[in-house]
C-alpha cells in the first residue's frame, strides 16, 4: 500500500522558515513520473505549490511562492522536501504532498500538515 507521510510543519512568525518533508513507502519511487506539494488554507479550495519531476529533477512553482521555496527530492531516502523561507500570513495552511504516475495525475496523497504564520 502506498504511503506518503508529511513532517515539519509548525507555527514560525511572518519572515520566517520552515522545512517540510514528504516520505513515501509502498511502492518503487523510480516509478514516480513527478512529485508535488499542495495547500488548502481554510475555506479554500486546495491549491497547487510546486511540481519535481523525478527522472529530471525539474522543478516548478506557483507564482505566489516563485523565488521563496524551494522543493528538492532524495530518491535514496525516498522524500522530497520543500524548504519555505520568507514565509507570510498568506502561506497558512495544511500542506500535502502528491505523488503521480503520470504527467496528468496526481494518484497518492499524504495526509498534510499544519503551516500557521502569524504577523
Known amino acids: 500500500q502506498v504511503q506518503l507521510v508529511e513532517s515539519g510543519g509548525g507555527s514560525v512568525q511572518g519572515g520566517g522558515s520552515l522545512r517540510l518533508s514528504c516520505t513515501a513507502s509502498?511502492?518503487?519511487?523510480?516509478?514516480?513520473?513527478?512529485l508535488g506539494w499542495f495547500r488548502q488554507a481554510p475555506g479554500k479550495e486546495r491549491e497547487w505549490v510546486t511540481t519535481?519531476?523525478?527522472?529530471?529533477?525539474?522543478?516548478y512553482y506557483a507564482a505566489s511562492v516563485e523565488g521563496r521555496f524551494t522543493a528538492s527530492q532524495d530518491r535514496a531516502k525516498n522524500t522530497v522536501d520543500l524548504q519555505m523561507n520568507s514565509l507570510k500570513p498568506e502561506d497558512t495552511a495544511i500542506y500535502y504532498c502528491?505523488?503521480?504516475?503520470?504527467?496528468?495525475?496526481?494518484?497518492?496523497w499524504g495526509q498534510g500538515t499544519q503551516v500557521t504564520v502569524s504577523s
Open positions: 502528491a505523488a503521480g504516475r503520470t504527467r496528468t495525475t496526481w494518484d497518492y
Open positions: 509502498g511502492y518503487t519511487y523510480g516509478y514516480t513520473y513527478r
Open positions: 519535481i519531476y523525478v527522472a529530471t529533477g525539474l522543478t
